[in-house]
Nanobody, 122 residues
Framework: QVQLVESGGGLVQPGGSLQLSCATS????????MGWYRQTPGKERELVAT???????NYADSVKGRFTISRDTPQNTVYLRMNNLKPEDTAVYYCNVEKFYDGTYFHTDALWGQGTQVTVSS
């Protein structure tokens, strides 16, 4: 069974930085797209950033210039470096995998991690 495990969340002051990591476990040979989403109570989950197998990144307008997504493709790990954090960045951040190959089958169902809390407050 494939699992995603996020780490790196926490409490930080406005203007501070955090780095989130998402490691995968289980039978994964390659992943097409990895990404980060976030959700606050009462709101829908929203895209933060995604990165494709060949490194093409996409960002929500609200985080452009402050967040950087990267991935270790051989290790099937994705990172989110968050700089100049603002109170409105407070949310539960979820790791996402879209389309992966397990060496035998190509899977198209999205996978989600359990989420990690990021709180930006003074």
């Amino acid at each position: 069974q494939v699992q995603l495990v996020e780490s790196g969340g926490g409490l930080v002051q406005p203007g501070g930085s955090l780095q989130l990591s998402c490691a995968t476990s289980g039978r994964i040979f390659s992943i097409e797209t990895m990404g980060w989403y976030r959700q606050t109570p009462g709101k829908e989950r929203e895209l933060v950033a995604t990165i494709t197998y060949d490194g093409a990144a996409n960002y929500a307008d609200s985080v452009k210039g402050r967040f950087t997504i990267s991935r270790d493709t051989p290790q099937n790990t994705v990172y989110l470096r968050m700089n100049n954090l603002k109170p409105e960045d407070t949310a539960v951040y979820y790791c996402n995998v879209e389309k992966f190959y397990d060496g035998t089958y190509f899977h198209t169902d999205a996978l989600w991690g359990q989420g990690t809390q990021v709180t930006v407050s003074s």
